[in-house]
C-alpha cells in the first residue's frame, strides 16, 4: 500500500512538472480520458515524462499506464490544439482551500462564455476540455494553477465563440 503512495506521489510530480503542456496523442493503445483519470493520470503526461517516471519507478504495469494516458512530445501540436468550450469542475465545500480559483470564478470567469462552472462533491479543481459536440477531450488538473496561469490557458486553448454564432 506505501509502495504505491510513493510511486503515486512520484507520478504527480512528474504531471505537474508538464502541467503548461496539453497535446493530443494519436497512439493506438491509447485509454480513453475517463479511463486515464481512473488510474491517477489526467493526460497532462508526456510521454518522455512516462519515461523519466521509469527510471524511479519499476512497476511495468504502472510504467504501461502511463504510456496509454501519455501523449507525444511535440512544440507544433500543442499550440495548434483548441477547444470549443471547458468546464471549471470543483467541489463547493472545498473552495475554501483554492482562492485562485475562486478568484478567477468570481472576477474573470465572464469573460469566457464558452466557459462554465460545474459543482460536484469532493471533486478536485479541473478544468474539461469539450470539442464542437460538447463532449469532454481533455481533463486537466489545476489545483495549483494560479488565476493568471487559468486566464492565459484559456485565452490560448478556448475559442472565443463558435463559428456559427
Known amino acids: 500500500m506505501w509502495r504505491n503512495t510513493l510511486y503515486y506521489g512520484v507520478l504527480i510530480i512528474v504531471l505537474i512538472s508538464s502541467a503548461s503542456s496539453v497535446i493530443v496523442s494519436s497512439s493506438k493503445d491509447q485509454l480513453s480520458p475517463k479511463q ?8 497532462l503526461a ?3 515524462d512516462c519515461n523519466t517516471f521509469a527510471e524511479y519507478v519499476k512497476d ?9 494516458c501519455c501523449t507525444e512530445d511535440s ?7 483548441t477547444y470549443s468550450g471547458a468546464i471549471v469542475e ?22 469566457f462564455p464558452t466557459v462554465k462552472i460545474q459543482y460536484l462533491f469532493n471533486s478536485p479543481p479541473k478544468l ?38
Open 36 to 43: 486515464c483519470e481512473d488510474l491517477g493520470f489526467t493526460g
Open 60 to 68: 511495468q504495469e504502472l510504467i504501461s499506464d502511463c504510456k496509454k
Open 46 to 48: 508526456l510521454c518522455s
Open 75 to 81: 512544440d507544433d501540436s500543442t499550440s495548434k490544439i
Open 90 to 111: 470543483v467541489c463547493m465545500r472545498k473552495l475554501v482551500f483554492y482562492p485562485e480559483i475562486v478568484g478567477f470564478i468570481e472576477e474573470e470567469k465572464d469573460k
Open 128 to 165: 474539461i476540455m469539450l470539442d464542437d459536440e460538447g463532449q469532454h477531450k481533455e481533463t486537466i488538473r489545476i489545483d495549483n494553477w494560479k488565476r493568471e496561469h487559468i486566464l492565459q490557458f484559456l485565452q490560448k486553448k478556448v475559442q472565443p465563440k463558435s463559428a456559427s454564432s
